[in-house]
Protein backbone atom coordinates (compact mmCIF):
# COMPACT_ATOMS: atom_id res chain seq x y z
CA UNK A 1 0.00 0.00 0.00
CA UNK A 2 1.44 3.42 -0.90
CA UNK A 3 0.80 6.37 1.71
CA UNK A 4 0.53 9.86 -0.45
CA UNK A 5 2.78 12.57 1.94
CA UNK A 6 1.08 15.81 1.82
CA UNK A 7 3.29 18.94 2.19
CA UNK A 8 1.61 22.01 3.91
CA UNK A 9 3.34 25.53 3.52
CA UNK A 10 4.18 26.13 7.16
CA UNK A 11 3.86 30.04 6.79
CA UNK A 12 0.56 29.84 5.62
CA UNK A 13 -0.66 27.48 7.90
CA UNK A 14 0.38 29.33 10.62
CA UNK A 15 -1.87 32.88 8.95
CA UNK A 16 -4.97 31.21 8.37
CA UNK A 17 -4.67 30.04 12.26
CA UNK A 18 -3.78 33.17 13.14
CA UNK A 19 -6.44 35.11 10.89
CA UNK A 20 -9.27 32.35 12.79
CA UNK A 21 -7.80 33.59 16.08
CA UNK A 22 -8.35 37.07 15.22
CA UNK A 23 -11.85 36.39 14.09
CA UNK A 24 -12.73 35.12 17.51
CA UNK A 25 -11.76 38.08 19.44
CA UNK A 26 -13.78 40.89 19.61
CA UNK A 27 -11.12 43.32 20.84
CA UNK A 28 -8.52 42.03 18.74
CA UNK A 29 -4.74 40.84 20.23
CA UNK A 30 -1.54 42.07 20.55
CA UNK A 31 1.29 40.67 18.92
CA UNK A 32 2.36 38.83 22.87
CA UNK A 33 -1.22 37.67 22.91
CA UNK A 34 -1.48 36.15 19.44
CA UNK A 35 1.94 34.57 19.94
CA UNK A 36 0.75 32.81 23.18
CA UNK A 37 -1.98 31.36 21.10
CA UNK A 38 -0.39 29.92 18.11
CA UNK A 39 2.67 29.37 20.49
CA UNK A 40 5.12 30.69 17.82
CA UNK A 41 7.80 33.68 18.40
CA UNK A 42 6.98 37.03 18.63
CA UNK A 43 9.03 37.86 15.64
CA UNK A 44 7.35 35.27 13.68
CA UNK A 45 3.90 36.19 14.44
CA UNK A 46 4.53 40.16 13.65
CA UNK A 47 5.53 39.60 10.33
CA UNK A 48 2.62 37.44 9.65
CA UNK A 49 0.74 40.60 10.84
CA UNK A 50 2.23 42.88 8.78
CA UNK A 51 2.00 40.85 5.48
CA UNK A 52 -1.64 40.64 6.25
CA UNK A 53 -2.35 44.16 7.12
CA UNK A 54 -0.53 44.73 3.51
CA UNK A 55 -3.51 42.72 2.12
CA UNK A 56 -6.39 44.53 4.42
CA UNK A 57 -6.88 41.24 6.00
CA UNK A 58 -5.43 42.43 9.41
CA UNK A 59 -6.13 45.93 10.46
CA UNK A 60 -4.41 47.55 13.92
CA UNK A 61 -7.14 48.74 16.44
CA UNK A 62 -6.98 50.65 19.41
CA UNK A 63 -4.01 49.41 22.28
CA UNK A 64 -1.32 47.79 19.98
CA UNK A 65 -4.44 45.05 18.97
CA UNK A 66 -5.06 43.74 16.00
CA UNK A 67 -8.11 42.85 14.20
CA UNK A 68 -9.39 40.73 11.24
CA UNK A 69 -9.32 43.54 8.57
CA UNK A 70 -12.36 44.37 5.89
CA UNK A 71 -10.79 43.19 3.31
CA UNK A 72 -11.88 39.50 4.46
CA UNK A 73 -15.39 40.85 3.65
CA UNK A 74 -14.40 40.68 -0.13
CA UNK A 75 -13.36 37.28 0.29
CA UNK A 76 -16.36 36.43 2.14
CA UNK A 77 -18.40 37.62 -0.52
CA UNK A 78 -17.43 35.38 -2.94
CA UNK A 79 -19.18 32.89 -0.84
CA UNK A 80 -22.75 34.15 -0.15
CA UNK A 81 -23.31 33.18 -3.36
CA UNK A 82 -22.51 29.87 -3.35
CA UNK A 83 -24.21 29.24 0.36
CA UNK A 84 -27.17 30.37 -1.59
CA UNK A 85 -27.27 28.16 -3.78
CA UNK A 86 -27.27 24.90 -1.66
CA UNK A 87 -29.22 26.71 1.06
CA UNK A 88 -32.22 27.28 -1.17
CA UNK A 89 -33.81 23.63 -1.66
CA UNK A 90 -33.18 23.32 1.86
CA UNK A 91 -34.96 26.44 2.81
CA UNK A 92 -37.44 25.74 0.51
CA UNK A 93 -38.26 22.50 2.15
CA UNK A 94 -38.54 23.77 5.58
CA UNK A 95 -40.65 27.34 4.38
CA UNK A 96 -43.32 25.05 3.05
CA UNK A 97 -42.87 22.63 5.99
CA UNK A 98 -43.58 24.98 8.63
CA UNK A 99 -45.43 27.29 6.50
CA UNK A 100 -43.43 30.23 7.21
CA UNK A 101 -40.48 32.65 5.88
CA UNK A 102 -37.15 30.59 5.86
CA UNK A 103 -33.55 32.32 5.43
CA UNK A 104 -29.83 31.41 5.96
CA UNK A 105 -28.39 34.66 8.00
CA UNK A 106 -24.47 35.09 8.28
CA UNK A 107 -22.12 36.96 10.82
CA UNK A 108 -20.84 40.08 9.75
CA UNK A 109 -19.23 41.99 12.15
CA UNK A 110 -21.35 42.83 14.54
CA UNK A 111 -24.46 42.52 12.58
CA UNK A 112 -27.07 39.87 10.80
CA UNK A 113 -26.87 39.49 7.54
CA UNK A 114 -29.90 37.72 5.67
CA UNK A 115 -28.29 35.51 2.22
CA UNK A 116 -31.23 33.48 1.32
CA UNK A 117 -34.64 33.91 1.45
CA UNK A 118 -37.37 31.68 0.74
CA UNK A 119 -41.10 32.49 1.17
CA UNK A 120 -44.22 30.07 1.73
CA UNK A 121 -46.02 29.21 -1.29
CA UNK A 122 -49.39 27.72 0.99
CA UNK A 123 -50.08 30.83 3.05
CA UNK A 124 -51.79 33.77 2.55
CA UNK A 125 -49.97 36.14 4.73
CA UNK A 126 -46.40 36.18 5.54
CA UNK A 127 -43.60 38.02 6.50
CA UNK A 128 -41.30 39.75 3.86
CA UNK A 129 -37.70 39.14 5.02
CA UNK A 130 -35.18 40.32 2.35
CA UNK A 131 -32.22 39.14 1.23
CA UNK A 132 -29.32 41.92 2.30
CA UNK A 133 -31.41 42.36 5.36
CA UNK A 134 -29.07 43.28 8.68
CA UNK A 135 -29.74 43.77 12.13
CA UNK A 136 -27.76 43.62 15.27
CA UNK A 137 -26.62 40.27 16.38
CA UNK A 138 -28.10 40.41 19.61
CA UNK A 139 -31.89 40.52 18.41
CA UNK A 140 -33.93 38.42 16.64
CA UNK A 141 -33.69 34.59 16.69
CA UNK A 142 -31.23 34.74 13.34
CA UNK A 143 -28.28 36.55 15.43
CA UNK A 144 -28.78 35.05 18.55
CA UNK A 145 -28.51 31.59 17.30
CA UNK A 146 -24.98 32.67 15.74
CA UNK A 147 -23.99 33.97 18.95
CA UNK A 148 -25.51 30.34 20.81
CA UNK A 149 -23.36 28.71 17.96
CA UNK A 150 -20.14 30.82 19.33
CA UNK A 151 -20.99 28.61 22.67
CA UNK A 152 -21.05 25.69 20.99
CA UNK A 153 -24.67 24.91 21.04
CA UNK A 154 -26.61 23.03 18.67
CA UNK A 155 -30.38 24.07 19.88
CA UNK A 156 -32.48 26.66 18.89
CA UNK A 157 -33.09 30.47 19.51
CA UNK A 158 -36.92 31.55 20.22
CA UNK A 159 -37.70 35.14 20.06
CA UNK A 160 -40.97 37.30 19.87
CA UNK A 161 -41.43 41.26 18.54
CA UNK A 162 -37.88 41.77 18.65
CA UNK A 163 -37.25 42.97 14.96
CA UNK A 164 -41.14 43.36 14.06
CA UNK A 165 -43.85 43.63 16.46
CA UNK A 166 -45.92 40.96 16.27
CA UNK A 167 -43.52 38.79 14.53
CA UNK A 168 -41.79 35.37 16.09
CA UNK A 169 -38.89 33.79 14.81
CA UNK A 170 -36.70 30.48 15.48
CA UNK A 171 -33.38 29.47 14.31
CA UNK A 172 -30.72 27.43 14.86
CA UNK A 173 -27.15 27.79 14.39
CA UNK A 174 -25.37 26.23 11.47
CA UNK A 175 -22.11 24.54 12.89
CA UNK A 176 -18.98 23.04 11.30
CA UNK A 177 -18.47 25.18 8.35
CA UNK A 178 -14.70 26.61 8.02
CA UNK A 179 -14.71 30.68 8.16
CA UNK A 180 -19.15 31.43 8.16
CA UNK A 181 -20.83 32.12 11.07
CA UNK A 182 -24.53 31.08 9.82
CA UNK A 183 -28.00 30.64 11.35
CA UNK A 184 -31.07 28.94 9.83
CA UNK A 185 -34.34 30.13 11.04
CA UNK A 186 -38.27 30.71 10.29
CA UNK A 187 -39.78 33.96 10.84
CA UNK A 188 -43.94 34.56 10.81
CA UNK A 189 -46.45 36.86 12.02
CA UNK A 190 -48.21 35.36 15.46
CA UNK A 191 -46.38 32.88 17.70
CA UNK A 192 -44.44 29.93 16.66
CA UNK A 193 -44.52 26.73 18.31
CA UNK A 194 -41.06 25.79 19.89
CA UNK A 195 -41.51 22.02 20.44
CA UNK A 196 -43.28 21.49 16.41
CA UNK A 197 -40.93 24.03 14.84
CA UNK A 198 -37.80 23.84 16.78
CA UNK A 199 -36.78 20.50 15.99
CA UNK A 200 -37.42 21.05 12.22
CA UNK A 201 -35.30 24.24 11.77
CA UNK A 202 -32.62 22.25 13.95
CA UNK A 203 -32.55 19.36 11.43
CA UNK A 204 -32.87 21.94 8.32
CA UNK A 205 -29.76 23.33 10.05
CA UNK A 206 -28.01 20.09 10.25
CA UNK A 207 -29.10 19.45 6.66
CA UNK A 208 -27.46 22.60 5.49
CA UNK A 209 -24.30 21.87 7.13
CA UNK A 210 -24.38 18.46 5.59
CA UNK A 211 -24.72 19.83 1.82
CA UNK A 212 -21.91 22.29 2.66
CA UNK A 213 -19.89 19.20 3.33
Not at 112 to 136: C, F, K, N, Q
Amino acid sequence: MVVAVVEISQTLDRGLRLLEVLSGSSEGLTVAEASSVLGVNRTIVYRLLATLEQHGLVRRVAGGRFSVGFGVLTLAGSVQPSLRQVAQPVLRALAEDVGATAHLTIADGAEALAVAVVEPTRTDYHVAYRVGSRHPLERGAAGRAVLAGREGSRDFVSTTGELQTGASGIAAPVLGVPGVEASVGVIALGALPDATVGPRVVAAAAQLRARLG
